[in-house]
T-cell receptor, first 113, second 119 residues
Framework: SQQGEEDPQALSIQEGENATMNCSYKTSINNLQWYRQNSGRGLVHLILIRSNEREKHSGRLRVTLDTSKKSSSLLITASRAADTASYFCATDAEVQGAQKLVFGQGTRLTINP | DGGITQSPKYLFRKEGQNVTLSCEQNLNHDAMYWYRQDPGQGLRLIYYSQIVNDFQKGDIAEGYSVSREKKESFPLTVTSAQKNPTAFYLC??????????????????FGEGSRLTVL
């Protein structure tokens, strides 16, 4: 079963608006990570938030984590056309007796100029 | 520059052939991973290795094999037993922290991927 699931699957907004993506997961985690993938490229790490943290910032990115609801959100403020990409959450958790980083299906973000 | 290199970027294979995808890192990371990505989908773990000469199956290991003879290298062989091998393959590496008795996966550094097409 999928550990992390992103919502929405696709998001299209105007340049300058804020973009919010959500991630839900099922089991206890050590940390949760967000990645970005441009079309046909490898993934690039954005932010890691640990299970004992509630919020983290990096430039225009803000990540929140609610372990009681098993959910996280990624907010991109003042979006730019260059932010167009797919965004994935990944949860570091014990799955079937082994520590694994499990990725969600991703949110495809399109920023319209 | 430090990083992770995958080759080839594009690969075509005839049915029944084995192919090997290369992954090399100079980040001195202990852990290395292979993921498969299908169009519009997330990443699924094929194999991972946390130490030289040791590796574990991921969620979709059938039809694949790996080796970890050197810390910096983790090649993936897609065998003829893999029924639907056409996909985008991503290699990654990371450090592993151990806090108390709990290993903690750090950020993954990814290669640029290898796109395999079966003709």
């Amino acid at each position: 079963s999928q550990q992390g699931e992103e919502d929405p699957q696709a998001l299209s907004i105007q340049e300058g608006e804020n973009a919010t993506m959500n991630c839900s997961y099922k089991t206890s985690i050590n940390n949760l990570q967000w990645y970005r993938q441009n079309s046909g490229r490898g993934l690039v790490h954005l932010i890691l938030i640990r299970s004992n943290e509630r919020e983290k910032h990096s430039g225009r990115l803000r990540v929140t984590l609610d372990t009681s609801k098993k959910s996280s959100s990624l907010l991109i403020t003042a979006s730019r056309a260059a932010d167009t990409a797919s965004y994935f959450c990944a949860t570091d958790a014990e799955v079937q007796g082994a520590q694994k980083l499990v990725f969600g299906q991703g949110t495809r973000l399109t920023i319209n100029p | 520059d430090g990083g992770i290199t995958q080759s080839p970027k594009y690969l075509f294979r005839k049915e029944g052939q084995n192919v090997t995808l290369s992954c090399e890192q100079n980040l001195n990371h202990d852990a290395m991973y292979w993921y498969r990505q299908d169009p519009g989908q997330g990443l699924r773990l094929i194999y991972y290795s946390q130490i030289v000469n040791d590796f574990q199956k991921g969620d979709i290991a059938e039809g694949y094999s790996v080796s970890r003879e050197k810390k910096e290298s983790f090649p993936l062989t897609v065998t003829s037993a893999q029924k639907n091998p056409t996909a985008f393959y991503l290699c990654a590496s990371s450090i592993i922290w151990v806090r108390g008795s709990v290993p903690d996966t750090g950020e993954l550094f990814f290669g640029e991927g290898s796109r395999l097409t079966v003709l």
